[in-house]
């Protein structure tokens, strides 16, 4: 709970500093309570009726100073009043009043306190200072919420919760975490054969966080996956840290994140703010911790159901299985938006599998075994068990089971014995999924979770999971060099101000980036003077203060092959622009690159590549990590680029190794780090890259001008920038 240790640490209601073990124990004595108080009036009582459902063992002490009982428990006038200091306590009373009853509870030792009302932050005004006063007064107590809808544990059989709730008992599951009320609600009526071990809703999360919520999750061995529904983080790094931790303790996370809206079109100041919007940034804070995100509730459920029957998957290689061509066809088609692989079959399982099929079914991945054996539970038990032999990570079988009639499907009952029959001790991962979510029933899920296998609903959703349980298993295998995120560095003190290009240029260079030959000039004598020193063909750009795009503004002249034509376009500028700059062009590019860093106050520094020069927002083709990003991860955000074919030989074309391409890029990064306290945004734009190197011909650098005297030299300006070492 960072902001409570922050808060303690400073000015805590007892003066003491407390470690963080001491702050995980109240989160843990809220999940997990031997006593619950539930204050309030029928809110409170609906509370008393969930923990007798779902069976809770402990005390349970209504709190109401106008009632003698709730549901047939005494109910006592106040929490001075209570027979001990409950572990957790429901709180469904006003806004103003909660913070009088946290005080009490807190006053009182105890863990934690669900706070149910509105009317604090979230709606601004005097909530804000409500707020506050509820953190206050919480001391070293746990609290979710206010505006929370609670929370339940399903392996202990506890429900802090003010609602009819869904869901059973269970031994082992999913924990959920969600910052929706009604989400949470609803989660709990999923009818997806999931097993649920926790649901936590967070509200406005004034103390306690998800990330607190995360580390307690994975102190519990039970639990064999995480899901959260987001809309949006408060502390980015301490969230890190702890992903990190589930990535080494296997522990996959499923994130839906609300609210994905893309930021802006083009902004003024630069093209990688436009590539690199908030949401941009969350892909990249998940992919680094191979957390998978979902699009919907449905792919969310089921991701979750996979890696809690399957857990990681070693690799992307799926064996399909359907007695249809069409649920073939839309198998491979769906393993291809999800790269997923679909390997070609040996000759051994090819000949196993022409022996029980016959001549006329041909043998492929995706197969379609057709219904000659349809009804024969001994040969779609070897034909299932010969696909399974193959060197595959996943095993799927396609089937829609029909049933009105009631718990027997006859025909359909054979496959499912042979799919369980074919699986029985084998180690290999199996699932057997419907294309609609109401075709497979509840009795066949429960027969297949016995059997090892799972069981998922729609071809899409699973194609999805698999792809996430391999992405999990990818990651983890690399834990080496995944780095959970710094804190943001904190801004200097200073305007900003746009670095002219020459100046921009320069410093990157002494990160050991590099740029060709080039001079500034105040004529088109000077411009032509420079041009003979840097030698033919050259470039003249026009540079005026504030202006981020020479391109857009008209303000370049490429290819001038002599001194004639450079005089001619020196003269055309002058007209409008009194300052150029003259560069070597250069000429033997393959492609070109964008490599933009930017600046965000919740992720920090963030680096974009893409498809380069006036192709930027056209092409849309870009990738985006958080930094610091080692080696590795700009190359695989390399490869992905549509536009590296062209650095690869596309066609013949000459191949240009990535290990210089990567090398401008770290160059470009390590300057943005070293200078992370004054940087608000670094662009080269277009980074050329040719068979032996790569060249920045154009950059875009803002700062926090820290000599803060608003001078108008750009180079001054730029102040005592560190350099490479």
């Known amino acids: 709970m960072r902001e409570i240790e922050h808060r303690v640490a400073k000015s805590g209601p007892w003066g003491e500093v407390v470690s963080k073990e001491n702050q995980r124990a109240p989160l843990l004595r809220l999940l997990k309570p031997a006593s619950i108080a539930v204050v309030g009036g029928a809110v409170a009582a609906e509370v008393v009726r969930q923990c007798q459902k779902i069976g809770f063992a402990g005390a349970v002490w209504p709190v109401n100073p106008r009632r003698s009982e709730i549901e047939g428990l005494l109910a006592y006038p106040s929490i001075d009043a209570l027979p001990g200091a409950p572990d957790a306590a429901f709180v469904a009373v006003p806004r103003e009043e909660t913070i009088e009853v946290v005080r009490a509870l807190a006053q009182r030792g105890a863990g934690g306190a669900v706070c149910y009302a509105s009317g604090f932050a979230e709606v601004g005004g005097e909530g804000i200072f409500l707020q506050e006063q509820l953190v206050n007064v919480a001391g070293e107590m746990a609290l979710l919420g206010p505006n929370c809808y609670g929370l339940i544990n399903y392996l202990d059989g506890c429900a802090l919760w003010p609602d009819p709730l869904g869901g059973q008992r269970v031994e082992r599951g999913v924990a959920i975490l969600t910052q929706s009320g009604n989400v949470a609600l609803n989660l709990t009526l999923q009818r997806h054969h999931l097993p649920i071990a926790y649901m936590v809703a967070v509200g406005n999360k004034a103390v306690t966080d998800i990330h607190d919520c995360i580390e307690a999750f994975l102190a519990d061995p039970r639990v064999t996956a995480i899901g959260l529904y987001l809309e949006g983080l408060s502390d980015v790094s301490a969230f890190s840290e ?192 419907s294309t609609m979510p109401e075709l497979l029933p509840s009795h066949v899920a429960e027969r297949l979770v016995a059997a090892g296998i799972a069981p998922m609903q729609g071809l899409r959703e699973v194609a999805a999971a698999i792809a996430a349980a391999a992405a999990f298993g990818t990651r983890s295998r690399a834990i080496e060099r995944v780095r959970p995120l710094a804190a943001p560095t904190a801004l200097l003190p200073g305007p900003e101000i746009l670095i002219d290009e020459s100046a921009a240029k320069t410093a990157l260079a002494s990160f050991g980036l590099a740029i060709p030959a080039h001079g500034l000039a105040a004529s088109a004598q000077e411009c032509v003077a420079l041009a003979n020193t840097i030698g033919y063909p050259v470039v003249a750009k026009a540079m005026a203060k504030g202006m981020a795009h020479k391109t857009e503004a008209q303000g370049v002249k490429l290819n001038l092959a002599n001194s004639f034509a450079v005089r001619e376009a020196a003269e055309e500028l002058a007209l409008r622009f009194s300052r150029f700059l003259v560069e070597k062009m250069v000429t033997d590019g393959l492609a070109e690159l964008i490599v933009g860093v930017t600046r965000d106050e919740q992720f920090g520094l963030a680096l974009t590549l893409g498809a380069g020069g006036v192709w930027v927002e056209l092409l849309a083709d870009s990738a985006t990590l958080l930094l610091p990003a080692g080696r590795v991860e700009i190359l695989e955000a390399l490869r992905s680029l549509k536009v590296f074919a062209l650095l690869d030989g596309y066609r013949g074309r000459p191949r240009a190794g990535p290990g210089p391409i990567v090398d401008a890029i770290e160059a470009i990064a390590a300057f943005a780090l070293a200078n992370a306290d004054r940087l608000l945004e670094l662009e080269v734009n277009p980074l050329i890259v040719g068979q032996h190197g790569a060249s920045a011909v154009d950059a875009l650098l803002r700062i926090v001008d820290v000599r803060g005297a608003g001078t108008s030299d750009a180079q001054l300006a730029l102040g005592p920038l560190p350099v490479a070492v």
């Open 242 to 433: 702890v992903a990190k931790r589930a990535l080494a303790a296997g522990i996959p996370i499923v994130v839906i994140k609300a609210g994905s809206s893309q930021i802006g079109a083009l902004l003024a100041a630069s093209h990688t703010r436009s590539l690199a919007g908030a949401d941009v940034l969350y892909d990249a804070l998940f992919k680094r911790f191979g957390i998978a995100r979902a699009g919907d509730l449905a792919e969310f459920l089921e991701t979750l159901k996979l890696l809690h029957f399957l857990g990681p998957l070693a690799g992307r290689r799926v064996g399909s299985l359907s007695c249809s061509g069409g649920d073939a066809l839309l198998m491979a088609d769906l393993g291809q938006a999800f790269e997923l692989e679909f390997p070609k079959l040996s000759a051994e399982v090819t000949a196993r599998l022409s022996a029980t099929l016959g001549p006329l079914v041909p043998i492929n991945n995706p197969l379609d075994y057709q219904a000659y054996i349809w009804g024969d539970e001994a040969a779609m038990t070897a034909c299932f068990a010969a696909m399974m032999a193959a060197d595959l990570d996943v095993c799927v079988l396609v089937l829609d089971i029909p049933h009105e009639g009631g718990e027997s499907a006859p025909g359909w009952d054979e496959v499912v014995n042979a799919f369980i029959a074919a699986k029985g001790p084998r180690p290999v991962r199996a699932v057997l999924v």
